[in-house]
């Protein structure tokens, strides 16, 4: 019923800036928070970034001061901007809300959409 769909991933230069967005769709009441995480093979995926309804930020040490994380309540989306960006953060990047809708109040993942960073 709550589908989240990330989009924005792709190959980059090093130094180089991606946007990534994550959609909400489905019979939605409210989103709490909203976080982008990343996993690379044979690695736990990680917390990258995550943002209250109220629009507070947090992130993990590596991004900080590279990636922004923003959300536009209206449209139940969540953004993710990452500039300055290195090899090392190539990830398959996924998002993931606490969402309240007509099936509970249940915290959903997106697909993942790849990020990689190759000269």
């Known amino acids: 019923q709550v589908q989240l769909v990330e989009s924005g991933g792709g190959l980059v230069q090093p130094g180089g800036s991606l946007r990534l967005s994550c959609a909400a769709s489905?019979?939605?009441?409210?989103?709490?928070?909203m976080g982008w995480h990343r996993q690379v093979p044979g690695k736990q995926r990680e917390l990258v970034a995550y943002?209250?309804?109220?629009?507070?930020?947090g992130y993990a040490g590596s991004v900080k001061g590279r990636f922004t994380i923003s959300r536009d309540n209206a449209k139940n989306t969540m953004y993710l901007q990452m500039n300055s960006l290195k090899p090392e953060d190539t990830a398959v990047y996924y998002c993931?809300?606490?969402?309240?809708?007509?099936?509970?109040?249940?915290?959903?993942w997106g697909q993942g959409t790849q990020v990689t960073v190759s000269s």
């Open positions: 943002v209250t309804r109220g629009g507070g930020t």
């Open positions: 993931n809300a606490d969402v309240s809708s007509t099936a509970g109040y249940i915290n959903y």
């Open positions: 489905g019979s939605i009441f409210s989103i709490n928070d």
